[in-house]
């Protein structure tokens, strides 16, 4: 089974604009060329799993969505990190 998820996950990164791709790109960084398939087949394993258990149509989540994910924490993060050193970012935004 392993054999066959990875070769999915081959097919998958070589696909244009999708989630599975842009996944694949932003794990070979940090993991790997190798353990970035292994896990990009884990997220096809797991999506498959969903899909027949929920009996629900596969509906992929765009290129742009771990993009916009990361931004989202980034800004939550440098928000925190802001009010912890005691600047008041709510006035910060009235300023802006």
């Known amino acids: 089974m392993k054999v066959l998820l990875v070769q999915c996950a081959w097919a998958a990164t070589r696909t244009k604009n999708t989630y599975l791709r842009s996944k694949y790109e932003s794990l070979i960084v940090r993991r790997g060329k190798k353990r970035a398939l292994i896990a990009v087949g884990h997220k096809i394993l797991i999506a498959a799993y969903f899909i027949l258990k929920d009996q629900v149509v596969y509906n992929d989540l765009g290129v742009e969505f771990l993009n916009n994910t990361r931004k989202?924490?980034?800004?939550?993060?440098?928000?925190?990190?802001?009010?912890?050193?005691?600047?008041?970012?709510?006035q910060l935004k009235k300023v802006a």
């Open 72 to 90: 989202t924490k980034q800004i939550q993060h440098h928000i925190k990190r802001l009010e912890e050193l005691g600047i008041d970012v709510e």
